[in-house]
């Protein structure tokens, strides 16, 4: 759409009627004006799936691999075949905006929302990105790149002020949001954050950096509830604010125009942002057919599959994997996550999922009439019990196997009804005179002993049991994040004792109150078998079978939107878990389910480690693809896995004085290992596959000038029995250089298979930008002349080729 024609359009609006677009009609859409012909369009959260406007378990969806098990995979054509899926999803969910890909850093192992971004290094992280941004938009549906800039940990994440430094901000944290503008993305989301001093929503980065510098024409949304403020965010870059119908701008804005405080022009820019975008969605003008979306289920299976297969990250392999699955009689799947697998992380980017296979579940279907699978569960997890569904109760007057949701008003009497599936209710009705939310439900335990109940929310709370109290109380809400108000409030519980037989009826009763959302989980957990004895079974079953598999994994009390982490410990009981079952049977698997690093003082002892990530919805068919052989396990980590926390190069996220600086410059991930000279685990970039590779020539040329890219080619040979896939990398590095630089950086990689025996050559091209730096006192990028040395291998640890090439610069 041309200026001109925005022109047009603006002249048709009063400066009421221009403001009134700038901020949400409700939660999820924008408002609509007929006078231009502009109608609302619809945002959902992403990047594991696209959940739609509501939170309803009715309403499901497909749940891709986390983010950080896409970048895992270090393939961006797949992840922008990815990306497509979750575009055809908004389609056929009616959402023309989809809140993804989250750009942010993993700068410290503790940062509790690893799971949702994709890589310590802004390099990877720009590229999964990009692709992913391609994939979305080229179906019409807009991408998202977020959280501008620097919010990268959870703690007091509403109001730290990031101080970071100018080249560690350009060269770092900027970068894979710059990469994404280059693929197009449509929409940037400013975080909750600010940057060394100044809140995001409204930062000078926005007009000077993104619109400025890099060209973008997009719309800039604002995180749910991060503006604070009518006029800084109004006199800057912002256009959207989020949610709707309320907030800072309105009429405050529309007053602070009048009086001569933010500048009309201001506004009409903003205006001419969101019906430029408008336009491309499809919803200015003359309506135009929106095609529906045609999934097909057993192709989108297979494809979640497959990029299951190529995330998931062999981290160790004595000679057990592949197992052979004609050569088994018995095997012992361990773990009470093999039945519970966690597919998902927690917080606003969560969806109810079409289907979820289990790790016990794909296994033992891939095994069925082949060898016996004997499942022991271990010990209980520590995280919290699960929400209520048809697994244990029924409504109180029916078979349905499920839950009696009611609003009742003031006075008891019954506002609404309805049968639910599932107990975690996070926006129940709430209609004229609502004042209490309940739920209901006839338990049917399959066990005797102490259950444990929980309910979640603010407010006068209570729990009932045939009539009596086992909880009640008034919890003050506590927090203002979004995320823990609306999606993952604080669960109460109290434990009680129920015999295997017994139907008694549940009654959860939550009172609303203005500011503390409405959001109602009930959870029930069976007795905790004791821990010592948990652990002992699973040695028995470990010690008769052919094979072990000892699933292992994080909570929702550990990798959670809204906090971070405050260990990387499985805790105790799982490290004695795998202990055991590793003495008891040398053929033993760990996999570990888990969105980030975990402390692993087991690693060395048992026969294989494979990292599933939160792997989605397919993630038990494609484990027993990897387990059995079907398919080789692709991925690489997108992260240094520390040995113990201690060692990591950043490890305090508490922010002082309402402050969390930077210190560490540029030396993120990877390069801080380096620069510390520590051993991690694992590096970056590591991984195996069913085959083994050696390393013979890398070649490139002698010189190359400053913005000008380069191509380097590596030579490798599979030495092993079997075709498999090798992701090549390259890293560069400045010995001598005046400038301080990391001691070496990821600079590019290419994936290449090949037979047995056989030789390829991998090309790889090195961007002219991995060549240059920030000059904080200049303002200005600039590339340095002398030596620099292009290093290739498997890892940022594992470098064996290198080659001296001299670089002519611009200094």
């Given at each position: 759409m041309s200026d001109d024609e925005l022109d047009r359009l603006l002249d048709k609006l009063t400066l009421r009627a221009k403001v009134a677009l700038l901020t949400g009609a409700d939660t999820w859409s924008t408002a609509a004006e007929p006078a231009v012909e502009l109608r609302s369009w619809v945002m959902s959260d992403g990047p594991a799936g696209v959940r739609g406007p509501s939170w309803d378990e009715r309403h499901t969806a497909v749940l891709l691999p986390s983010a950080t098990a896409l970048a895992a995979t270090w393939d961006e054509p797949l992840v922008e075949r990815l990306g497509a899926l979750l575009a055809l999803e908004a389609r056929r969910k009616g959402v023309h905006v989809v809140l993804a890909p989250n750009l942010n850093l993993h700068r410290s192992p503790l940062g509790g929302r690893h799971f949702e971004c994709f890589s310590e290094d802004p390099e990877l992280t720009g590229r999964i990105g990009a692709a992913l941004v391609r994939g979305i938009q080229a179906h019409g549906v807009a991408a998202t790149a977020k959280h501008f800039v620097a919010n990268d940990s959870e703690t007091d994440r509403l109001s730290v002020d990031v101080r970071v430094g100018e080249r560690a901000l350009r060269e770092v944290y900027l970068a894979p949001f710059e990469a994404a503008v280059a693929a197009g993305a449509r929409f940037v989301m400013a975080g909750y954050n600010s940057v060394n001093g100044t809140t995001a929503t409204a930062s000078?980065?926005?007009?000077?950096?993104?619109?400025?510098?890099?060209?973008?024409?997009?719309?800039?949304?604002?995180?749910?509830?991060?503006?604070?403020?009518?006029?800084?965010?109004?006199?800057?870059?912002?256009?959207?604010?989020?949610?709707?119908?309320?907030?800072?701008?309105?009429?405050?804005?529309?007053?602070?125009?009048?009086?001569?405080?933010?500048?009309?022009?201001?506004?009409?820019?903003?205006?001419?942002?969101?019906?430029?975008?408008?336009?491309?969605?499809?919803?200015?003008?003359?309506?135009?057919?929106?095609?529906?979306?045609?999934?097909?289920?057993?192709?989108?299976?297979?494809?979640?599959?497959?990029?299951?297969?190529?995330?998931?990250?062999?981290?160790?392999?004595?000679?057990?994997?592949?197992?052979?699955?004609?050569?088994?009689?018995?095997?012992?799947?361990?773990?009470?996550?093999?039945?519970?697998?966690?597919?998902?992380?927690?917080?606003?980017?969560?969806?109810?999922?079409?289907?979820?296979?289990?790790?016990?579940?794909?296994?033992?279907?891939?095994?069925?009439?082949?060898?016996?699978?004997?499942?022991?569960?271990?010990?209980?997890?520590?995280?919290?019990?699960?929400?209520?569904?048809?697994?244990?109760?029924?409504?109180?007057?029916?078979?349905?196997?499920?839950?009696?949701?009611?609003?009742?008003?003031?006075?008891?009497?019954?506002?609404?009804?309805?049968?639910?599936?599932?107990?975690?209710?996070?926006?129940?009705?709430?209609?004229?005179?609502?004042?209490?939310?309940?739920?209901?439900?006839?338990?049917?335990?399959?066990?005797?002993?102490?259950?444990?109940?929980?309910?979640?929310?603010?407010?006068?709370?209570?729990?009932?049991?045939?009539?009596?109290?086992?909880?009640?109380?008034?919890?003050?809400?506590?927090?203002?994040?979004?995320?823990?108000?609306?999606?993952?409030?604080?669960?109460?519980?109290?434990?009680?004792?129920?015999?295997?037989?017994?139907?008694?009826?549940?009654?959860?009763?939550?009172?609303?109150?203005?500011?503390?959302?409405?959001?109602?989980?009930?959870?029930?957990?069976?007795?905790?078998?004791?821990?010592?004895?948990?652990?002992?079974?699973?040695?028995?079953?470990?010690?008769?079978?052919?094979?072990?598999?000892?699933?292992?994994?994080?909570?929702?009390?550990?990798?959670?939107?809204?906090?971070?982490?405050?260990?990387?410990?499985?805790?105790?009981?799982?490290?004695?878990?795998?202990?055991?079952?590793?003495?008891?049977?040398?053929?033993?698997?760990?996999?570990?389910?888990?969105?980030?690093?975990?402390?692993?003082?087991?690693?060395?002892?048992?026969?294989?480690?494979?990292?599933?990530?939160?792997?989605?919805?397919?993630?038990?068919?494609?484990?027993?693809?990897?387990?059995?052989?079907?398919?080789?396990?692709?991925?690489?980590?997108?992260?240094?896995?520390?040995?113990?926390?201690?060692?990591?190069?950043?490890?305090?996220?508490?922010?002082?004085?309402?402050?969390?600086?930077?210190?560490?410059?540029?030396?993120?991930?990877?390069?801080?290992?380096l620069r510390s000279a520590r051993t991690p685990a694992y590096w970056f970039g590591h991984g195996l596959g069913y085959t083994t590779w050696s390393y013979e020539e890398l070649t490139g040329p002698d010189e190359v000038r400053a913005g000008d890219a380069f191509t380097v080619r590596v030579r490798v040979r599979n030495t092993g029995t079997r075709t498999g896939r090798e992701v090549v990398q390259v890293y560069l590095a400045r010995p001598g250089a005046a400038v301080e630089h990391p001691e070496r950086w990821f600079a590019g990689h290419a994936a290449v298979c090949a037979r047995p025996g056989e030789t390829v050559t991998a090309r790889v091209e090195v961007p002219a930008r991995l060549l240059r730096h920030w000059d904080e006192e200049g303002g200005e990028w600039r590339v340095e002349s002398g030596p620099c040395r292009v290093l290739a291998g498997r890892s940022a640890g594992d470098v064996p080729l290198w080659r001296d090439l001299e670089v002519r610069g611009n200094d």
């Open positions: 000078p980065l926005l007009d000077g950096v993104l619109r400025g510098e890099w060209g973008f024409d997009g719309v800039v949304v604002s995180d749910w509830g991060a503006v604070r403020a009518t006029r800084p965010a109004a006199r800057g870059g912002l256009d959207l604010v989020m949610p709707g119908p309320e907030g800072v701008w309105g009429e405050a804005l529309v007053r602070a125009v009048e009086a001569g405080e933010v500048a009309p022009e201001a506004v009409d820019e903003k205006v001419r942002h969101l019906l430029r975008q408008s336009h491309w969605l499809g919803a200015l003008g003359p309506p135009r057919p929106r095609a529906r979306a045609g999934l097909r289920p057993g192709r989108t299976r297979a494809l979640l599959r497959r990029a299951v297969a190529a995330g998931t990250v062999l981290l160790a392999n004595g000679g057990v994997l592949p197992l052979d699955p004609d050569g088994l009689v018995s095997v012992a799947v361990i773990g009470a996550h093999a039945v519970r697998t966690r597919t998902q992380g927690g917080g606003s980017a969560g969806v109810f999922p079409h289907t979820e296979v289990g790790f016990l579940d794909g296994i033992q279907a891939r095994l069925r009439g082949r060898a016996k699978v004997v499942h022991v569960p271990g010990p209980a997890p520590a995280g919290p019990p699960p929400p209520l569904d048809g697994t244990w109760c029924t409504a109180p007057d029916s078979a349905f196997p499920g839950i009696v949701l009611r609003v009742l008003d003031a006075g008891g009497r019954e506002l609404h009804r309805e049968l639910r599936s599932s107990a975690r209710q996070l926006e129940p009705p709430v209609p004229p005179g609502a004042h209490t939310v309940e739920i209901s439900a006839r338990l049917h335990p399959p066990e005797t002993g102490r259950w444990t109940l929980g309910i979640a929310g603010f407010g006068r709370m209570s729990l009932r049991l045939d009539g009596r109290d086992v909880l009640a109380g008034d919890f003050p809400q506590e927090t203002d994040d979004p995320a823990l108000v609306h999606v993952t409030p604080p669960l109460h519980t109290a434990g009680v004792h129920l015999a295997a037989g017994s139907t008694p009826v549940l009654v959860a009763r939550r009172e609303l109150a203005p500011g503390s959302g409405r959001a109602v989980v009930v959870s029930a957990a069976p007795p905790a078998p004791e821990a010592v004895a948990a652990v002992a079974a699973a040695g028995r079953a470990a010690g008769r079978a052919d094979v072990a598999v000892v699933v292992v994994g994080t909570t929702e009390y550990d990798e959670c939107e809204g906090r971070d982490r405050t260990s990387l410990t499985l805790g105790p009981e799982q490290d004695a878990l795998v202990r055991e079952v590793a003495a008891a049977n040398a053929r033993t698997v760990v996999v570990v389910n888990s969105g980030g690093p975990v402390e692993m003082p087991w690693r060395n002892e048992v026969g294989a480690v494979l990292l599933s990530w939160f792997p989605g919805q397919e993630g038990g068919t494609a484990l027993a693809d990897v387990l059995f052989g079907r398919a080789e396990p692709g991925g690489r980590l997108p992260t240094t896995w520390p040995a113990v926390l201690t060692d990591a190069p950043v490890t305090d996220l508490r922010p002082v004085d309402g402050r969390l600086t930077y210190t560490e410059g540029v030396h993120v991930g990877h390069r801080g290992w």
